[in-house]
């Protein structure tokens, strides 16, 4: 995703600003997030399906519409976060009703981990950008080994995606919370909250792999 640069820096309460707006809609989106999978809590996993594609339209507006609209694009943004809460809805639903110890703990584990690796990144002076571009191949290496774990039975193949996966996002989350110390472009805000809120969503989803298999 692309956002707009300013020809003048943010100033040091300029830059607040941006750290505090973009958490703010993250936090926002989650409550979003939240509501989208307390009502798909029944339903089936296929129609999460669709949900999900709904979800991943909502991204691609929201990056064209940014730089015309930051209203549309907070709007669509907050749409984002209630459909992918009803495409994971019977993920959740499933690890709630058999064991919810397990999401409690991943999602403590999720605010630690994010809070950790973000400010790490949002503090370090070292440009992340190289290493982004590299935890992104990765990233898409991972899928293809997920693909794999469908059709082959891998010993602690699970376990071994959920790992590979946190520290992928652990080098993702660093990244986009560097992003947003430099970015110098206040309707960004938007965009680096839907970055941010992916990052604790796949991490948390990770986790909840990871607690539940120490339980089977």
């Given at each position: 995703?692309?956002?707009?640069?300013?020809?003048?820096?943010?100033?040091?309460?300029?830059?607040?600003?941006?750290?505090?707006?973009?958490?703010?809609?993250?936090?926002?989106?989650?409550?979003?997030?939240?509501?989208?999978?307390?009502?798909?809590?029944?339903?089936?996993?296929?129609?999460?399906?669709?949900?999900?594609?709904?979800?991943?339209?909502?991204?691609?507006?929201?990056?064209?519409?940014?730089?015309?609209?930051?209203?549309?694009?907070?709007?669509?943004?907050?749409?984002?976060?209630?459909?992918?809460?009803?495409?994971?809805?019977?993920?959740?639903?499933?690890?709630?009703?058999?064991?919810?110890?397990?999401?409690?703990?991943?999602?403590?584990?999720?605010?630690?981990?994010?809070?950790?690796?973000?400010?790490?990144g949002y503090a370090t002076?070292?440009?992340?950008s190289a290493l982004a571009?590299?935890?992104?191949?990765?990233?898409?290496?991972?899928?293809?080994?997920?693909?794999?774990?469908?059709?082959?039975?891998?010993?602690?193949?699970?376990?071994?995606?959920?790992?590979?996966?946190?520290?992928?996002?652990?080098?993702?989350?660093?990244?986009?919370?560097?992003?947003?110390?430099?970015?110098?472009?206040?309707?960004?805000?938007?965009?680096?909250?839907?970055?941010?809120?992916?990052?604790?969503?796949?991490?948390?989803?990770?986790?909840?792999?990871?607690?539940?298999?120490?339980?089977?």
């Amino acid at each position: 995703m692309t956002t707009t640069t300013l020809d003048v820096p943010l100033t040091h309460d300029e830059s607040a600003t941006l750290l505090g707006h973009t958490m703010g809609l993250v936090a926002a989106t989650a409550g979003f997030f939240a509501v989208g999978a307390y009502l798909g809590r029944d339903m089936s996993y296929q129609l999460g399906w669709v949900w999900f594609i709904a979800a991943f339209a909502c991204l691609i507006a929201m990056n064209v519409v940014t730089r015309r609209s930051e209203g549309i694009a907070v709007a669509l943004l907050f749409g984002f976060g209630l459909l992918i809460g009803l495409a994971v809805a019977p993920t959740l639903s499933y690890y709630a009703g058999t064991d919810p110890t397990t999401v409690w703990e991943a999602g403590a584990a999720t605010a630690l981990f994010v809070a950790g690796f973000g400010a790490a990144g949002y503090a370090t002076r070292r440009d992340l950008s190289a290493l982004a571009r590299t935890f992104f191949w990765a990233l898409v290496a991972l899928l293809g080994f997920g693909v794999v774990l469908i059709f082959v039975d891998i010993p602690n193949g699970a376990l071994i995606y959920a790992i590979g996966g946190l520290v992928i996002f652990a080098g993702l989350t660093a990244f986009d919370f560097q992003r947003l110390r430099r970015n110098q472009d206040i309707r960004s805000a938007p965009l680096l909250a839907a970055s941010i809120f992916l990052d604790a969503l796949n991490v948390f989803l990770f986790f909840l792999q990871i607690f539940s298999g120490d339980r089977d």
